[in-house]
């Protein structure tokens, strides 16, 4: 069964630095790999989407990559700011053909000091 | 404008009652999907759709059902037999193109 873990579980970070989030999953048979970012009581926010045979994606201040033969990914953040203090989410597709749901981390909080 | 739309915000429930969550998309997506989120854990799979009429049971799927009548469309119930309802339930969908999901705002469930 697929598992996928965060680390760290949580972060906290003066304004204005670059940080890393890491993501690692089990079997490395996915179908793509999604990172979310999550504000308290809301939905969830798609920021990257990375298909199994990409390698990275960026997003304006956000880059993420992909190692799908060691199982790890992740999401760098640039010129960090309070905004972007939030739980940040990554999944993994269940299956080759990627329609049957993901496969969630368990997050790692983000808090951005002014 | 395209989303998806959940309803209601926020659910009270008495114990042992069958309740009802709403879950609307007007992005043209194929897929939907359910998820559970629960304090200090990931989010769970309850149950998926790919097409109308057809659905399928995720990882923690007992005590729930759903239904696809409509593309649009995919109401989840907390049947009684779930033994610990209350949560934050999301809503999902996707285009069959990439399969990047898209959420809902959430229904938080209460039963006491």
């Known amino acids: 069964k697929q598992e996928v873990t965060q680390i760290p579980a949580a972060l906290s970070v003066p304004e204005g630095e670059n940080l890393v989030l890491n993501c690692s999953f089990t079997d490395s048979a996915i179908y793509n790999l999604q990172w979310f970012r999550q504000d308290p009581g809301k939905g969830l926010t798609s920021l990257l989407l990375?298909?199994?045979?990409?390698r990275e994606q960026t997003s304006g201040r956000l880059n993420a990559s992909l190692d799908k033969s060691s199982g790890r990914s992740t999401l760098y953040i640039a010129a960090s700011q309070p905004g972007d203090s939030a739980t940040y989410l990554c999944?993994?597709?269940?299956?080759?053909?990627?329609?049957?749901?993901?496969?969630f981390g368990k997050g790692t909080h983000l808090i951005i000091q002014p | 404008d395209g989303g998806i739309t959940q309803s209601p915000k926020y659910l009270f429930r008495k114990e042992g009652q069958n309740v009802t969550l709403s879950c609307e998309q007007n992005l043209n997506h194929d897929a939907m999907y359910w998820y559970r989120q629960d304090p200090g854990q990931g989010l769970r799979l309850i149950y998926y759709s790919q097409i109308v009429n057809d659905f399928q049971k995720g990882d923690i799927a007992e005590g729930y059902s759903v239904s696809r009548e409509k593309k649009e469309s995919f109401p989840l119930t907390v049947t009684s037999a779930q033994k610990n309802p209350t949560a934050f339930y999301l809503c999902a969908s996707s285009h069959t193109a990439n399969y990047e999901q898209y959420f809902g705002p959430g229904t938080r469930l209460t039963v006491t």
């Open positions: 990375i298909q199994s045979s990409q």
């Open positions: 999944a993994v597709s269940l299956s080759g053909g990627g329609a049957d749901g993901l496969t």
